[in-house]
T-cell receptor
Framework: AQSVTQLDSQVPVFEEAPVELRCNYS??????LFWYVQYPNQGLQLLLK??????LVESINGFEAEFNKSQTSFHLRKPSVHISDTAEYFC?????????????FGPGTSLSVIP | GAGVSQSPSNKVTEKGKDVELRCDPI?????LYWYRQSLGQGLEFLIY????????KSGLPSDRFSAERTGGSVSTLTIQRTQQEDSAVYLC??????????????FGPGTRLTVT
């Protein structure tokens, strides 16, 4: 069965500093990976996804994630964070079942950007 | 509507009462999901619908929890005889389909349930 690990439950970082949020998953034949973000008092929304092709994917607000098959990782990075990036970040992977493709979410990482 | 809507946004109920939570998915989305998010916890999968059928109910915590979906659209999550441990934010999401390429999930704002 697929599983997703986010080792850092909380990540405090100063404004304009770089950040990396780690995500590791258990291996599977086919891998599809997602990062979702939940801003304070808002619903979850998709940040970026990897389905195929280039292993480096980017979001419109400066985040990027790289699929690394050998390390079974999909870490999220941003070179310079803003206060508005304070949020909960969830990594997710698809688990292929006999009936449908199920999305498995990690436990989340709380990013706090310090002024 | 343009997005997934949920009602009520907040619900306070007494222990032992039944509650119903409603989800209106995005029009045309065939897949619908319920999750539970407890304070400081991640997302706990509850149930998945494809159309009106629920091929995966494996996440429902007990037989006090049930859900239905009618007309391939609105879904209701019912919790009977609520307990304090049911207090959480209940999230609904929908996606265009259930294949990997259609699996971007759109989430509603959630219903915050407090059982006193």
């Amino acid at each position: 069965a697929q599983s997703v690990t986010q080792l850092d439950s909380q990540v405090p970082v100063f404004e304009e500093a770089p950040v990396e949020l780690r995500c590791n998953y258990s291996s599977s034949v086919s891998v599809y990976l997602f990062w979702y973000v939940q801003y304070p008092n808002q619903g979850l929304q998709l940040l970026l996804k990897y389905l195929s092709g280039s292993t480096l994917v980017e979001s419109i607000n400066g985040f990027e994630a790289e699929f690394n098959k050998s390390q079974t990782s999909f870490h999220l990075r941003k070179p310079s964070v803003h206060i508005s990036d304070t949020a909960e970040y969830f990594c997710a992977v698809i688990q292929e079942t006999t009936s449908y493709d199920k999305v498995i979410f990690g436990p989340g990482t709380s990013l706090s950007v310090i002024p | 509507g343009a997005g997934v809507s949920q009602s009520p946004s907040n619900k306070v109920t007494e222990k032992g009462k039944d509650v119903e939570l409603r989800c209106d998915p995005i029009s045309g989305h065939t897949a619908l999901y319920w999750y539970r998010q407890s304070l400081g916890q991640g997302l706990e999968f509850l149930i998945y619908f494809q159309g009106n059928s629920a091929p995966d109910k494996s996440g429902l915590p007990s037989d006090r929890f049930s859900a239905e979906r009618t007309g391939g659209s609105v879904s209701t999550l019912t919790i009977q005889r609520t307990q304090q441990e049911d207090s959480a934010v209940y999230l609904c999401a929908s996606s265009l389909g259930a294949g990997a390429w259609d699996l971007e999930q759109y989430f509603g704002p959630g219903t915050r349930l407090t059982v006193t």
